[in-house]
């Protein structure tokens, strides 16, 4: 397997084109013909020719190559960021710490200091896993969103009342903290992002992308459409986006990070819960811990894999779908095929169930984290899969289920020693809360909602979770976010992923591993390849327009598959290494993401 990659990507080496110019990727070594660098839509049309699906528009992948390391995130002025800092002697956490807090000022429609994630690290060879999510204020009660009927309010998803006690900044402190080199001091990570807030940056067509999904929320709040939508519409591109109050916040973080959650910052923050109807009190704020956690650590065809434990649902449903699908031959079956999509889709239905009805905060409610880890669970798992015939999702019982949303960023690093950082941070949707702090020009975070409010009722992603992930006062909501690491059977880091999505996440990390592992593709033909997606409730298989051939689409029906057409899925950039050099692949689904090597 790692000769047929090892094959694939040495092309890349030879095709490719440094600095983000269009690298023709090559064909990808498949069991069955597929002459083109993203070969499922084609593949597809192959089985029935006379049923020939729109051109697959993201067919050529972009790839950046670079021997000293890689940066790849959703803003092109972040990944810069981040670069500088690797270029200029820091090492992964160094420059993941950067990328973050520039992702802050240059993404505000996900990057953030308002809200939180988590990063999976391996450094020095050593595997770490940094939970940084928000909690519920103390003051928050199970049934908070309820109405008079026992119906879910929108405020769980919509406002001050939906935000969760922010974990960004303690947990970029602990990154840097444990991990960081001792050639750059936190005050050298924070000085691009307060030059980028004080100075400015130029509007642009990606960031007026965000801006228009997000000026719903941000026009209903006044401080937020003053910075935001400046005359009640977005900024003109071209111009200078400042904020010269985010400038000031981040300076007094200099200090660490009670700087944020002590002090005027602080104080801003909790003078406007108070005046708009929040809970986050000081004493919520004082009390915000960042938790090193124990990876998820499992295999896959001799690939070692870590990810993202609970509260984080992504390393331990990654592992369910890889556990369950080892079992079966899959690139055998055909990239894309019918036949493979079937297992695919039903290790995802099975894992789902689990996670909605079983995960949540491990510091609130006791998991089977052993029972579903293991190769019993999955052959069990397998012995209810039946050729030729999708599983309603009614006949499998795990629980109820649960809920995650959209907007949320993920970037990966890499550095010349090979040690890695994959870290994903989120405000939950676009612009989070849609509140920005008084004076302190940052966005709230509205990851209450990935609470279940009313379990075994859907959320705001149609994810319908359990009890396991009630609200309570200073319990982490489950999150889907995946950072992963894949070590190569040479001991090697192979891939760094992760991705933006809600529950889209976990299954476009797998989609990208398996494209590597099971299909030989490069990264850049793996983070490009048509996505699918199922998460057991709704019973249905979500897939990307033009992603999916006719013919396959039809078999798929005639198998019992409800199919549901999305323009994409899952924001999911990645860093693979092919031999001596790392191969950037940015996310061809969204405007601005850029790889940058040193
Ligand atoms: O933690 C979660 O699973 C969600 N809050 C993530 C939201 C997200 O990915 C939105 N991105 N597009």
């Not at 003051?139 to 769980?156: E, I, S, V």
Request: with cysteine.
């Amino acid at each position: 397997m790692a000769s047929r990659f090892l094959r694939s990507v040495s092309l890349v080496l030879l095709l490719g084109c440094a600095g983000g110019a269009p690298a023709p990727t090559p064909a990808p070594v498949v069991q069955t013909p597929a002459p083109t660098s993203v070969p499922a839509v084609a593949d597809a049309a192959a089985i029935d020719a006379g049923a020939q699906a729109n051109p697959w528009p993201y067919q050529t992948p972009v790839v950046v190559r670079g021997a000293n390391g890689m940066v790849v995130s959703d803003n092109a002025v972040a990944s810069n960021v981040g670069r500088d800092v690797l270029a200029s002697g820091g090492n992964a956490a160094d420059a993941a710490v950067a990328t973050a807090f520039a992702l802050a000022v240059a993404y505000p429609t996900a990057g953030n200091i308002g809200g939180g994630g988590f990063a999976v690290t391996r450094m020095r060879g050593e595997l770490r896993a940094l939970d940084f999510r928000e909690t519920a204020p103390a003051a928050a009660t199970r049934d908070m969103y309820l109405d008079a009927n026992g119906k879910p309010k929108a405020d769980a998803r919509d406002g001050i009342k939906s935000v969760g006690v922010p974990g960004s900044v303690a947990g970029l402190w602990e990154l840097h903290r444990t991990l960081g080199s001792k050639k750059k001091t936190w005050k050298d990570l924070l000085a691009p992002a307060i030059k980028l807030a004080r100075e400015g940056f130029v509007v642009d067509d990606a960031f007026l992308s965000t801006l228009e999904v997000g000026a719903k929320r941000l026009e209903k709040h006044p401080v937020s459409a003053a910075l935001f939508l400046p005359g009640g519409a977005p900024p003109a591109k071209g111009s200078t986006f400042k904020n010269p109050e985010l400038a000031t916040v981040l300076e007094r973080i200099e200090k660490g990070p009670s700087g944020f959650y002590e002090g005027p910052t602080a104080a801003a923050l909790v003078k406007q819960m108070k005046e708009e109807g929040g809970l986050i009190t000081l004493a919520d704020l004082k009390k915000y811990q960042a938790k090193w956690r124990k990876p998820v650590e499992f295999t896959y065809r001799g690939h070692k894999i870590a990810s993202m434990p609970p509260p984080s649902s992504g390393g331990v449903t990654l592992a369910m779908i890889a556990h369950i699908l080892e079992g079966y031959e899959i690139n055998k079956l055909g990239f894309q095929s019918p036949e493979q999509l079937h297992v695919v889709f039903e290790a995802m239905r099975r894992a789902y169930a689990a996670r909605n009805a079983k995960l949540g905060d491990p510091d609130f409610v006791k998991m089977p984290l052993a029972e579903l880890l293991s190769e019993g669970w999955a052959k069990e798992q397998r012995a209810t899969i039946v050729p030729d015939r999708a599983t309603p999702s009614s006949e499998i019982v795990a629980a109820p289920a649960s809920a995650s949303g959209p907007h949320t960023t993920h970037f990966s690093v890499v550095d010349s020693a090979g040690d890695a950082v994959s870290l994903t941070t989120t405000i939950n949707w676009w612009y989070g809360s849609g509140v920005t702090v008084k004076g302190g020009g940052f966005v709230l975070n509205n990851e209450m909602d990935d609470f279940a409010s009313v379990p075994g009722t859907a959320n705001g992603f149609g994810l319908v979770q359990g009890e396991a992930n009630a609200i309570a006062p200073g319990k982490r909501m489950l999150s889907s976010m995946a950072p992963t690491i894949v070590t190569g059977p040479d001991g090697k880091v192979l891939l760094v992923a992760g991705g933006a999505g809600g529950p889209t996440i976990i299954t476009a990390v797998w989609q990208e591993l398996s494209n590597m592992v099971d299909f030989g593709l490069d990264v850049g033909a793996a983070v490009s390849a048509p996505r699918f997606h199922m998460q057991h409730l709704p019973d249905e298989v979500i897939f990307e327009k033009d992603g999916l051939a006719p013919a396959t689409s039809k078999r798929l029906e005639a198998m019992g598959y409800t199919l549901k057409e999305r323009g994409h899925l899952a924001d999911a950039p990645a860093i693979g290494r092919a031999g001596g050099e790392w191969i950037g692949a940015a996310e061809p689904r969204r405007l601005g993401g850029l790889a940058a090597a040193p």
